[in-house]
């Protein structure tokens, strides 16, 4: 029989009052107790003595068992969520970048106090990924994590592809339509997406990995001439993380745009959609695809994290236990195209292996491999110089890099 759940719900925005929606059409046996809010003085469809502006009347209220933290500022969020785990309090939470931030230590407080902090919600919306890495591949090998882990840069993306909007227009419709934030930095420039692949690489490998340590490169540069050389090609360009095992001592972790090409499945992953594939040693390629962003589908998430809680569900960590030997590294060869202005930037990325150069007036674009530590080290100098740099894994595929004897097949 399930427990009945007394919630103090942190945060009242887009996903707070889709949960909200959501829980009135339900019969669940829960209740939210109060909502914890910034701003007291914005008029709400709800009573008021539900809100307060005071975290102690959730977090020190004997009667609330349960935390739902779906609020903006990422070391509040952490205080409250530590707060709430070490007072024996369960927690549901959607913040990607507290979560990825400080995932050593919620694991640790988790063991620690015997409580429970789930996070569906955080990565890719409505699509139930955290549960099925956690649960239905615990046993299974997986070659890789690949997908669109970001509704706002592919809103972009498939507006500039599918009907020849510049970049700037497509950014400003998806910010009126409530897909990108006024500071689009987080989406464009692929740290969303990098949070979200840290979370999901805890469970599919066992690794935590620092967000820092994972190179991030967005869309902010991508320009016509990146779009047309893509159609010309047959591909689309869409920003893709990937975590990939390479041997059985070392994983990698990146974010980057990448050609697809049609016989792909995120290849039709448009506008807000997110996509997820894993791919595995027995189960093979599996597709899960579904909406990244909103109230309702992240609220529906959410809520699946709630009920999970009635029964005392808690992740396991299970691959953590299993996989003790397996350590992330940056020290990889990646095939990649550079379009760029400047000459001297080819020679200080020090392609390693350059198949095909082409100038023709202001374009100028590079396809040759490259390490992927070479990226990291120039990030800055890449953003500052305009250009953009795709994953191009159809021209060739990805090996641990020279030193090492071992090859990776492509993903």
């Not at 990924?129 to 882990?149: A, M, P, Q, T, V």
């Not at 059985?248 to 290849?267: M, R």
Request: hydrophobic share 40%; with cysteine.
């Amino acid at each position: 029989m399930s427990k009945k759940l007394n919630i103090g719900l942190f945060g009242f925005g887009v996903v707070g009052q889709g949960l909200y929606d959501i829980i009135r059409t339900k019969h669940l046996n829960l209740e939210i107790v109060k909502i914890a809010i910034n701003d007291e003085s914005k008029q709400r469809s709800l009573p008021q003595h539900l809100f307060t502006t005071d975290r102690d009347e959730l977090l020190n209220n004997p009667e609330i068992n349960t935390i739902v933290e779906l609020i903006n500022d990422t070391e509040a969020a952490f205080e409250i969520v530590s707060r709430a785990l070490s007072s024996g309090k369960n927690v549901v939470s959607a913040s990607k970048k507290m979560i990825a931030l400080h995932l050593n230590e919620l694991i640790a407080l988790q063991h620690q106090y015997g409580t429970s902090l789930l996070y569906e919600g955080a990565v890719c919306g409505s699509i139930p990924i955290i549960r099925n890495l956690e649960e239905y591949y615990d046993n299974e090998l997986l070659h890789s994590i690949s997908g669109i882990f970001n509704g706002s840069s592919n809103y972009i993306l498939s507006k500039g592809f599918n009907e020849n909007m510049d970049y700037n227009t497509a950014l400003k419709q998806a910010q009126d339509l409530g897909f990108a934030e006024t500071d689009p930095t987080m989406d464009v420039g692929g740290y969303d997406a990098k949070y979200k692949l840290v979370i999901a690489a805890a469970h599919a490998y066992g690794v935590v990995v620092k967000p820092d340590d994972v190179l991030n490169i967005g869309i902010q540069n991508l320009s016509a001439n990146d779009l047309q050389y893509a159609r010309e090609k047959g591909l689309k360009i869409k920003l893709v993380p990937v975590a990939k095992e390479l041997d059985d001592s070392h994983v990698t972790l990146f974010v980057l745009p990448k050609f697809v090409n049609e016989k792909e499945f995120l290849y039709n992953v448009e506008y807000e959609y997110n996509g997820v594939i894993v791919q595995a040693a027995f189960a093979d390629q599996q597709f899960f695809f579904g909406k990244g962003a909103g109230g309702h589908p992240t609220g529906s998430a959410v809520l699946s994290d709630i009920a999970a809680l009635r029964y005392d569900y808690q992740y396991e960590y299970k691959k953590a236990k299993e996989r003790a030997n397996l350590n992330f590294t940056n020290n990889i060869e990646l095939n990649v195209y550079l379009r760029y202005d400047d000459e001297s930037l080819v020679t200080v990325l020090n392609f390693l292996h350059i198949q095909e150069r082409y100038y023709s007036g202001s374009f100028k674009f590079v396809i040759g491999k490259i390490n992927l530590q070479s990226l990291i080290d120039n990030q800055q100098l890449i953003a500052d110089s305009k250009a953009f740099v795709a994953f191009a894994d159809q021209l060739a595929g990805v090996s641990l890099a020279p030193e090492k004897t071992q090859k990776a097949e492509a993903y």
